[in-house]
Nanobody, 123 residues
């Protein structure tokens, strides 16, 4: 059974950086496309970054140029480097896999989710 665990969240000042990790167990992570989502209180879950199994990357407008997703062929982990953090980046961050088809930014297109890691950005 494939499972995902996010880590690396925490509190940071605006303008700072954090690196999140998404660790997959139960299969080889290189077989999986991974998306990053986040959800702030009272808001919808937002898909903002995606890396395919063949290393293609896509980003949402809200994080383009500030966040970078990467994968190491020899690792079980996908990393998300977040720079120039803003207050509006505060949210619970999730990684997801099990992408079947359709837009990666639609949460309904993924069926395996981690529990999330909290990111809080203070100004």
């Amino acid at each position: 059974q494939v499972r995902l665990v996010e880590s690396g969240g925490g509190s940071v000042q605006a303008g700072g950086s954090l690196t999140l990790s998404c660790t997959l167990s139960g299969d080889t992570i290189n077989n999986h496309s991974i998306a990053w989502y986040r959800q702030a209180p009272g808001k919808e879950r937002e898909g903002f970054a995606f890396i395919s199994s063949n290393y293609n990357r896509s980003y949402g407008d809200s994080v383009q140029g500030r966040f970078a997703v990467s994968r190491d062929h020899a690792s079980t982990t996908i990393s998300l480097q977040m720079n120039s953090l803003r207050g509006e980046d505060s949210a619970l961050y999730f990684c997801a896999t099990g992408w079947r088809s359709g837009r990666w930014s639609r949460p309904d297109n993924f069926n395996i989710w981690g529990q999330g890691t909290q990111v809080t950005v203070s100004s």
